[in-house]
Every structure is written in structure tokens, then in C-alpha cells.
């Protein structure tokens, strides 16, 4: 493995782009936002210099598997490889075979590593990134002691009448010999003891998100000097969505925000008072609140749905409620003007809002209301926070056509493919189990890529959103009304079995927000703070979607998830039928008649 650090990341291009010459090139893109607004700022470095490429969307590795038979193995002229948000934790050359001539490029925010893959004899596999002094000494620490165990194991093969060793490995087991001269064989044993405790403290710690993929497709672009407005606003969205569902801390957020804050200046010069606003695109540095999309919405709906103020001010309950009217009236602001649409609010006090909010919030345990942000201004059209635009985003990546269809939302698909043959092509989900958005997730794929630079798009996602997250809000209510919610070993968990809205909680993305708001909650009004874990039922498969998610104790914090390895270890003692097919480990599908059996005998480390 070769580590391209940022200051190599214009290097590594021009490498890309030497092999273009010769061959093909393929982008592997996950199905999220930051992956979706990498992929394009790529796409637009790779189109500057009229490389040809292929865009494969995949949502889980049954897709790279069906990507390697179709599109990789039989193709003699491959080249490049570029895999974003989807190759960190997968043994890339165990899944596309080594071959000299082909170099793969992973690009992803997912931890930790798979140290297969970063082997230093894997030459041809390059991972991009920009660990700290920290980060960097700590894998080569891991990757110290994995290299080791390995040697050991083949070493032991060896003396156990295994293969012959072949050239390759005969210089790294003269290496590890040397390593245990003048040890007596009990501290070798604890020695060799001691690296295997770390290897499983890597893997079994959690996974977590180091970074923005989009992030750093745009300082690629910036080494290059290929940046522009349009570039700068997909690496804003892609952090942002990084941030607002807690895969980054505060700390890596603000060091994003201090970086595009200069170029915002760079780009967005303005001429007078104003003048920010005439361009079609320009884009502009200002706070946002933690509550969403005030902008489209009214006041009283943004805070009710949202769930740092829910939580904070306990809005399930009636009590709760009773408070966010005393906070308006506090403001100044009467009931009538806080049902109006935002658009439609009183100017004198769309002016005030601000300073209302930073003054009487804290006085309702509201007290970091408000964080650093960018909008964006298409003409005198619409205007979107980048908040705004991830939620939008999120949505239309989550939310089947037929569910749209139901809240009475008509979205425009994307219509490039025949949907509907594709649709019948990839319904099988592995391992026995279907999923129902098999069939969609591919069309949602596109409309967002669409949609990221169309105003258009992303107020049509807007409305879906508010539509969706009424939804989530319902049923997070329901559920700490009913006290639906369990307390398992060191975790909460919940069932949902039926209900008018369990369809919208098919898809990941869906049932992490509503994780996240019972998250909020209960972080502010149980004793403990615990992860959740969360099924939601799938009538059609006769099987459960499962999410789980660890809680923060504050937002801005964030925590490594550890059920990922619990899952597995979990379906091992219960021989359970499930799926894995997701690039987030903390995610399966698993058979309706396995559940109970499976979440009691799930245990994370405390």
C-alpha cells in the first residue's frame, strides 16, 4: 500500500493520467452524499484532462462482486481503478485479483483500514489521506505488528510440514527473525501475545469516519488549480453532510470550515452592498441553526421537527410544547407569525431572528444553537443553506418512488435507464434476503447526482424532506410515548413492527435520523447515555432492517461504533440468516425469525 498524503495528492493524478493513455478507467462511487459530491469534483478534474472513465455506482460489496465479473476481470485495457467511499475496510486486491498493470486508488472516509490491503508489498494500491503526525505513527504501529503476526503464521505453517516458502517471502521471515534474537522463547510468546491484542483492539475498537471523501477530491483540485464556485459548493456539501450526521467531530469540522472559508472569499468578491446576491451562484459565509430548513419552512415547524430542539426542550411532551411557545412569545414573536412560512414572515422580523434566537435560546438550555456555515444563492431564485441541501439530498437518496408517491410528492426521477428492467436484474440481496430498496436505489443514485447543482432538484428534495421528516418525528413520539424502547445489556433497542409510516424505514440513511433524534433525546433525559439499536420490518422479505448507532455525549463528539464486529460474532452463536451488503458494517438485513434470538445475544464493550 502507498499512502498518498495531500502534499502527493497532484502526483498521484498525474500517474492516473499517464495510465489513461494506455487504458480504461472505472469510478466505483458509494451511495451517499459526500461520496456523490466527490465523485463529480473527480469527474470534472478527470473531463479537464479528457480522461476517459466509466461511473458505477455500488451500494455494498454484492455490487462490487457483480462490478468485478462484468466490468473488471475480463477487461484487458483496465488501467485505473478509483474507489470513493467504498474500499478502505474491503480486501480491494483479494476482491479484483492483483495484477500488475492495474492500479487501484481508494479514496474514503470509512476506518478503520483493511491492513491487507496497506501490506507494503501491495505497490499497487494507493490510499489517499492526510493523517495526522498521530494517525500515521499509530497504523504504522498496527501495521507493524500485523506484518509480524503474519510472518509467524507462515513461519508456523512452515514448521508444521506446510508449503514451501516461495522467493517473495523468504526476505520478510529473515526479517522477523532477526526481530526475536536473544529472546527467550516466553517473551517471544508475549511478545507475539501482545501484537495480537492490538490487532484485535483495531478492528473490534469501532469503525469511525476519519474525514470527507469530498474534502479531499477538492484539495486535489486546489493542488491542480481546477477549483471553482461550482467545485467549492459540492466539497461545502460534502462536508456538511459529514457533520450534521455526526461523522466528524466539531474540531475536524471547523478545520474544513477555516479552508473553504478563504476560497468562499477567493470566488464570491463582492462590489457593493448586495451584489453578492444578483450572481447565479454565488456563495456566501454565514452562521446556520440546528434547526432544518427554517428557510423553506416556518419557524415553529423547523424547531418542532428538528431534533436538537425537540430534545432540549422535550417537544413529545406537552410541557415541552407549552416551552416553545413561551420561548416565541419570549422573542417577541407572536404564534401567528411563527406558523407563516419563513418566506412569508414579517422583514423587521426575519432581521431580528437572529439576534432573538442568540439572546433567549440559552435561557431554554439552548446554547450552542448555532455553527458556522455557507449558503448559496441561485439568482434572485431560491437560496439554500448547506444544511439545506443535505437534508434534500439525503432525502432523495433514501426515499423509494413509491413512498414519494404516497406523501403526495412528485419527484422527478431520474429517467436515463430503464429502471424498470434494471430494477428485476438486481432484486437479489445475497445470502437469501431480499430488500426492497434493491429496486430503487440506483435511480436515487442518479436524481441526487442531478440534483446537487440544479435549484430546481434540490427544492423538490426540500419538500420531500419535510414530508419525510414528519415521518420520523411521528415515530420517534410514538415510541418514547409508548416507551417502546428497551434497555439490552449496554444498549437501547427498538422494534418496529408496524405502522402506517414503516415503509419510509427501508432504507439506512432513514432509520439512522431517527436513531440519531431518539439519540438527542435521551441524551438529554435518561441517566445513561447508550448506542441504539434499531429494526425496522420489511413485510414483503419477511425480514428486518438493522441500524445501529452509538451515542455521543454531546453533538459535535463522535464516538467509534463497535457493532459491526458484534454483529458478526453475534450471528455466529445464533446462526442467524443475514446480509451484510452495505458499506456501513453497523447495518444488516436479517431473516424476521432470527431477531429476537440475535439482538439478545448482541453485546458491544462498554
Known amino acids: 500500500m502507498v499512502l498518498v498524503t495531500e502534499s502527493h495528492f497532484s502526483r498521484a493524478f498525474d500517474r492516473i493520467k499517464q495510465d489513461s493513455v494506455e487504458g480504461n478507467c472505472i469510478l466505483f462511487v458509494a451511495s451517499d452524499v459526500d461520496a456523490i459530491c466527490a465523485c463529480k469534483i473527480l469527474q470534472s478534474i478527470l473531463k479537464a484532462d479528457l480522461i476517459q472513465h466509466k461511473l458505477v455506482p455500488v451500494s455494498g460489496q454484492h455490487d462490487l462482486e457483480k462490478a468485478n465479473e462484468e466490468l473488471v476481470a475480463d477487461d484487458p485495457d483496465l488501467r485505473t481503478i478509483i474507489m470513493i467511499n467504498c474500499g478502505a475496510p474491503l480486501g480491494v486486491l483479494e476482491l479484483f485479483g492483483s ?167 477567493r470566488f464570491n468578491l463582492t462590489h457593493g452592498e448586495g451584489a453578492a446576491r444578483t450572481g447565479d451562484s454565488s456563495i456566501q459565509t454565514e452562521d446556520d441553526f440546528r434547526f432544518m430548513l427554517f428557510r423553506h419552512w416556518s419557524l415553529q415547524d423547523s424547531m418542532y421537527h428538528s431534533g436538537y430542539v425537540a430534545s432540549k426542550l422535550g417537544l413529545w411532551k406537552d410541557f415541552g410544547r407549552r416551552r416553545l411557545l413561551n420561548m416565541f412569545a419570549k422573542m417577541g414573536f407572536s404564534i401567528q407569525e411563527c406558523e407563516q412560512v419563513y418566506t412569508h414572515m414579517n422583514i423587521r422580523l426575519k432581521e431580528m431572528l437572529r439576534d432573538k434566537i442568540e439572546t433567549v435560546a440559552p435561557l431554554y438550555g439552548l446554547t450552542d444553537i448555532c455553527f458556522p456555515s455557507f449558503a448559496r444563492t441561485f439568482g434572485w431564485k431560491l437560496r439554500f443553506s448547506a444544511s439545506d441541501a443535505v437534508y434534500s439530498l439525503v432525502t432523495l437518496l433514501e426515499t423509494s418512488p413509491e413512498s414519494a408517491i404516497r406523501l403526495g410528492e412528485d419527484v422527478l ?194
Open 413 to 606: 426521477w431520474n429517467q436515463d435507464e430503464d429502471w424498470d428492467a434494471l430494477e428485476e436484474a438486481t432484486g437479489d440481496h445475497g445470502d437469501g434476503l431480499a430488500s426492497l430498496r434493491r429496486r430503487w436505489w440506483m435511480r436515487n443514485f442518479y436524481t441526487v447526482y442531478d440534483s446537487i447543482e440544479s435549484a430546481d432538484g434540490l427544492h423538490r428534495g426540500v419538500k420531500l424532506c419535510m414530508k419525510v421528516q414528519r415521518a420520523v418525528v411521528r415515530q420517534s413520539t410514538a415510541v418514547l410515548e409508548k416507551k417502546a424502547v428497551r434497555v439490552i445489556k449496554n444498549f437501547r433497542a427498538v422494534v418496529m413492527r408496524d405502522g402506517p409510516d414503516l415503509p419510509l424505514f427501508q432504507h439506512p440513511l432513514t432509520l439512522s435520523k431517527l436513531a440519531l433524534f431518539l439519540t438527542d433525546a435521551y441524551r438529554e433525559h435518561a441517566n445513561r447515555n447508550l448506542p441504539f439499536v434499531i429494526a425496522s420490518y420489511d413485510e414483503e422479505h419477511e425480514s428486518f432492517l438493522v441500524v445501529a448507532t452509538t451515542g455521543a455525549p454531546a453533538f459535535g463528539d463522535v464516538r467509534k461504533n463497535p457493532f459491526g464486529m458484534a454483529f458478526q460474532k453475534a450471528a455466529e452463536r445464533t446462526q442467524a440468516r443475514i446480509s451484510f451488503d452495505s458499506f456501513e458494517t453497523s447495518v444488516l438485513q436479517i431473516h424476521k425469525n432470527d431477531l429476537d434470538l440475535f439482538i439478545e445475544n448482541l453485546f458491544v464493550a462498554s
Open 99 to 265: 495484477r500488475d498493470e492495474v492500479r487501484i486508488y481508494i479514496i474514503d472516509s470509512h476506518r478503520p483500514f483493511n491492513l491487507d490491503s496497506c501490506l507494503p508489498e501491495n505497490k499497487n494500491v494507493f490510499i489517499f489521506d492526510d493523517p495526522s503526525r498521530k494517525e500515521k505513527a499509530t497504523i504504522n504501529e498496527y501495521m507493524d505488528a500485523y506484518e509480524s503476526v503474519m510472518i509467524e503464521e507462515a513461519q508456523e505453517s512452515d514448521e508444521s510440514g506446510g508449503s514451501d516458502d516461495d522467493d517473495n517471502e523468504r526476505p520478510r521471515q529473515r526479517r522477523r527473525v532477526g526481530d526475536g534474537e536473544g529472546l527467550s522463547h516466553a517473551e517471544r510468546r508475549r511478545k507475539r501475545q501482545r501484537r495480537r491484542r492490538l490487532l484485535a483492539e483495531y478492528y473490534e475498537s469501532g469503525v469511525y469516519h476519519a474525514n470527507s471523501t469530498a474534502g479531499i477530491a477538492y484539495a486535489l483540485a486546489t493542488q491542480l488549480a481546477r477549483t471553482n464556485n461550482q467545485l467549492l459548493w459540492l466539497a461545502i456539501i460534502g462536508v456538511t453532510s459529514q457533520y450534521i450526521f455526526e461523522r466528524i467531530d466539531t474540531e475536524k469540522y471547523m478545520k474544513y470550515v477555516s479552508v473553504l472559508n478563504d476560497d468562499v472569499a
